[in-house]
């Protein structure tokens, strides 16, 4: 790799074993991937140092100390000796965590993992670290400008971060964001280059693509379609607002590895397909018409059997405040039916307005919960009992039945608001 | 029965050498929500290896894939003693190129023959993450 004076002087130590501990680690990512070089960036979104009880009683066994600074050095920077962690030298933010910082009795968090929960934010903020708490850190404050070089984790932020505001990132992971936070450094490779970032599939849509949950399925369908490939969309999408970006990159990351896509005539780098492909041809053209629909649909809906829902989740991605607004509208003066839960996810900030607008109170009226800082899969916590949860996010539907072992449905958020005051699932494909 | 040995020649991009019986899939895998970093068990709803683990094998597959948790998952694989043995994948992305260097698992890669034709599930495997080399020994097959 070919390293600046300024690298070369934190890989040899003259910054502090902290920076070198960091340095070292993205050096050996670097290598992996075959980067030649690393990118300046001072946008990092990660989890630095933040820590499970697992992760905390591992290292106390082990290392004598399960601590802060023991777990960013053994475990972020992958060190094999404990160094002090130097502050944020690059502005960074903190995603998703592990619980909501008040409703952590209803999600069954123990009050010892609540302590640990505090102890780790005051770390983390007494290391100049955002505590945005979201995995939409673009709604909650940071709104990265178009090419800026960052280093993000979270797949959904990451995608969107690629196609719809056209800045630049990998989907980076938690050693090497944590690593980017102390150094500024990334390696220069994949989507920080131009070249990376031009189409390599075409995908023509032949119905059209209007509601919040089309546009999750049709994201689940182009993940599935082309993997961790670029898909350029062409036809009878329109002009997509924020939250049906939101469930379409969301889903295409889940079910395939999407970390940009290009709608032609709507996202920054592709005014025209010409300019969407660049020097590429497609090596593939994909179609989207009604048999795809249904199939996808019915894909979604495979881990649902029972109609009796008890659960609804709502906020996957964190729900913006427009996605409140709907939902409060939806629940305005009426009661969720007695054995179902309804808990909806979203960020701290998006809901100190939620407060200030009375829709926290609405939810809350008619029984139901809003969260901030995690969501049921992040957090593995769902209303105790639960069987069968219905869900208007098809990233969620990829993953909480997985790692829950639960039934799900999926359809519009007013499918969902439906079962919670009905208990029943009654969603189908208009 | 003799044993059939082939060679194959390509990239390591993390060191140090592993031997151990092949699990090889044609599906990408998930990290986080794709497999219990507990236990090495493949989760995700519909992958062909659903159900199975990958502990102590050499893992052969075309790459990573999903959330940015990756190398998280695979990290805390090590961490449970769940890891697999060695890594062995044709697709390079971010995810994979992080999770393998803290897995600290032997990988190689941009192989000169793909180890997803040539490995099968069972076949022994042995592994040099600092030279690049793949030896497969094929498991002898009753007829």
Redesign the interface.
């Known amino acids: 790799m070919k390293l600046t004076d300024g690298e070369k002087a934190m890989l040899d130590g003259s910054c502090g074993p902290g920076k070198q501990k960091a340095m070292e680690l993205l050096v050996r990512y670097a290598e992996a991937l075959g980067a030649e070089r690393f990118v300046d960036t001072n946008n990092v979104a990660g989890v630095p140092g933040s820590s499970s009880l697992f992760l905390q009683n591992y290292y106390k066994q082990r290392a004598g100390n399960g601590d802060y600074e023991t777990i960013f050095s053994l475990y972020d920077l992958d060190s094999d000796i404990v160094v002090p962690v130097p502050k944020a030298s690059s502005y960074c933010c903190h995603l998703q965590g592990g619980m909501d910082p008040e409703l952590w009795p209803a999600q069954g968090m123990s009050r010892e993992a609540y302590d640990h929960f505090r102890e780790d934010e005051a770390e983390v903020a007494s290391h100049g670290i955002q505590l945005l708490k979201t995995c939409t850190p673009y709604l909650a404050g940071n709104v990265p400008v178009k090419g800026e070089h960052c280093a993000w984790m979270e797949s959904s932020a990451v995608v969107f971060l690629n196609s719809v505001i056209g800045a630049r990132t990998n989907t980076e992971g938690r050693e090497s964001t944590s690593a980017a936070t102390i150094t500024g450094k990334i390696p220069d490779w994949g989507f920080h280059r131009d070249e990376y970032r031009f189409g390599t599939h075409a995908i023509e849509v032949e119905v059209p693509v209007e509601s919040v949950m089309d546009w999750g399925m049709l994201g689940y369908f182009v993940g599935e379609a082309v993997e961790e490939n670029i898909p350029v969309i062409t036809g009878a999408c329109g002009q997509p607002n924020l939250i049906r970006h939101k469930h379409f990159g969301a889903a295409a990351a889940s079910s395939g590895g999407v970390e940009m896509y290009h709608i032609v005539g709507s996202t920054p780098e592709a005014a025209t397909r010409e300019m969407a492909f660049g020097p590429r041809k497609p090596v593939a053209t994909v179609k989207y018409g009604a048999a795809e629909r249904r199939a996808v649909y019915d894909r979604l809906n495979s881990n649902g059997s029972d109609t009796n829902v008890d659960y609804v989740m709502l906020g996957c991605p964190h729900y913006s405040i427009e996605q409140l607004w709907e939902v409060a509208r939806l629940l305005e003066g009426k009661k969720i039916r007695s054995g179902c839960s309804l808990w909806i996810f979203t960020s701290r900030a998006v809901k100190s307005t939620a407060d200030l607008n009375g829709y926290t109170k609405t939810i809350q009226d008619a029984g139901g919960l809003l969260m901030t800082d995690t969501c049921s899969a992040i957090a593995r916590a769902v209303p105790q009992g639960t069987k069968v949860v219905a869900l208007d996010s098809a990233k969620q539907s990829h993953y909480l039945p997985a790692i829950m072992g639960i039934e799900a449905w999926f359809g519009t958020t007013e499918d969902c608001i439906q079962a919670a005051l009905t208990g029943r699932w009654n969603g189908d494909l208009a | 029965m003799s044993a059939h040995t082939i060679t194959l020649r390509g990239?390591g991009?993390?060191g140090g050498c592993a031997e151990g019986e092949a699990l090889v899939t044609h599906e990408?895998i998930s990290g986080w929500?794709?497999i219990d970093p507990m236990t090495g068990t493949i989760?995700?709803?519909?992958h062909e290896l659903r159900g199975v683990s990958f502990k102590d094998k050499v893992l052969v597959f075309p790459?990573?894939?999903?959330?940015?948790?990756?190398?998280?998952a695979f990290?805390?694989t090590r961490?449970t003693n769940s890891a697999p043995k060695a890594m062995v994948f044709n697709?390079?992305?971010?995810?994979i190129?992080?999770?393998?260097?803290?897995t600290h698992a032997p990988?190689v890669t941009e192989l000169d023959q793909d180890p997803l034709s040539v490995i099968e599930t069972g076949d022994w495997v042995k592994v040099d993450g600092d030279r690049g080399v793949v030896e497969v020994t094929k498991r002898a097959r009753s007829l």
Do not use: D, P
């Open positions: 990239r991009i993390v990408t929500g794709g989760i995700e709803t519909h790459g990573a894939k999903g959330s940015s948790g990756w190398s998280n990290h805390m961490l697709i390079m992305n971010t995810k190129a992080l999770g393998a260097v803290v990988s």
